[in-house]
């Protein structure tokens, strides 16, 4: 029952915008850890946060 509730309590990450990593063009200059295929930092590549670390009731983008 508890996990259920856990996925209820999450949001789309508002630092990939829930796709679960970033989108930029690939560029050889940038490093790997940063590689358009790299996972999102904030949410590791779920896409999803706990909606908790969003205090203020803003909107995901």
């Known amino acids: ?3 259920e509730s ?3 309590n999450t949001v789309p ?4 915008g829930g796709r679960g990593y ?3 063009p690939a560029n050889p200059k940038v490093p790997k850890q940063w590689a358009p295929t790299a ?4 949410c ?5 946060i706990p909606s908790s670390w969003l205090g203020g ?3 995901a983008r």
């Not at 990450?13 to 990939?16: A, D, F, R, T």
């Not at 996972?39 to 904030?42: A, E, F, K, R």
């Open 22 to 24: 970033f989108e930029w």
């Open 44 to 48: 590791q590549g779920t896409g999803k």
């Open 39 to 42: 996972p999102c930092g904030m």
């Open 1 to 3: 029952m508890k996990r």
């Open 6 to 8: 856990r996925q209820n």
């Open 13 to 16: 990450c508002p630092g990939c």
């Open 57 to 59: 009731g803003k909107p």
